[in-house]
């Protein structure tokens, strides 16, 4: 079963331009689904008419195999969400603002302790949040929606604006949620290297339509099936003359560096191995494409579409 379908989902906020283009989303049970675009992509709406803060013209967004449209409200207990800031009571304490939700939605007051627990706020939880970190506050955000324990968490934008180190901290939480706790996490982002990081499944949206639909794996096979890799060998010169034999497509181009052409990702290792196996001091290896270049290519071949 997936935690999210949407079949053909569409929106417009004029007649003349869809924001959302027929999007078709497959969300694994018990996946980190990373919903990835530039900015202005769609995401957000997206994630609107996930939510129904937008309301979505057709029966075709369905939650844990339940139509979105005939399920309300008792559809949103399984639903926690994050969308872009959270909306915080400053002057109270962490734990206050955690209660004022608790007592919105007759939670337990146990289960606070047990969020401030697992987002890592369990000494911060009576200090006011006016002097918490941005990421401090994300993570108690992302403490709100864990209150009524849901089976899946929808996050919009959960990183931006952090600096490295809370970066890491939301990272590392969602992926201890997902693997501990067994929640679905579907993640907006523009940040391709912590999809990379951090999610199991992922998505590109531009310009409205939903370019690519994978696993992280698959995007990987993807986005290294071809390219060129570049090894830093002191002294290329005097090296390339006994490489060239077994890689005759090599070539120097600096100094200190000789470029391979290949055709599958194992390939990079395969060069590495015979490569140090005839004792060549490889010093660094750089892999041209990849990932970014990947995701470039699938925006740049939309927009020429």
Known sequence: ???????ELSYAFSRSTKVVDNISL???EKSIYGFLGPNGAGKTTTIRLLTSMLLAGHDNIFLFGESLKNSQPHIFKNIGTLIETPSLYLHLTAFEN??????LRNIRK?????????????????RQVKVFSLGMKQRLGIAMALLPDP?????????NGLDPQGIIEIR?????????????????SHLLGEIEKTCTHIGVIHQ??????GTLNEMKRSAFSTGEVVFKIPNAADWLQRIQPDYPLAKQISQDEIIFSFAYPDEVTKINRALVHNDVPVEAIHVRGGLEEWFLKIIDDNAKN
């Open 1 to 7: 079963m997936f935690a999210i379908e949407t079949k």
């Open 26 to 28: 497959q969300v694994p």
């Open 98 to 103: 955690l209660q004022v939700i608790a007592l």
């Open 110 to 126: 146990e289960r606070i302790n047990d969020v401030l627990a697992i987002v890592g706020l369990s000494k911060a939880a009576n």
């Open 151 to 159: 089976k899946l968490l929808i996050l919009d934008e959960p990183a």
């Open 172 to 188: 590392q939480l969602l992926i201890q949620l997902n693997k501990e706790f067994g929640k679905t996490i579907f993640v907006s």
């Open 208 to 213: 409205g339509s939903l370019r690519y639909q």
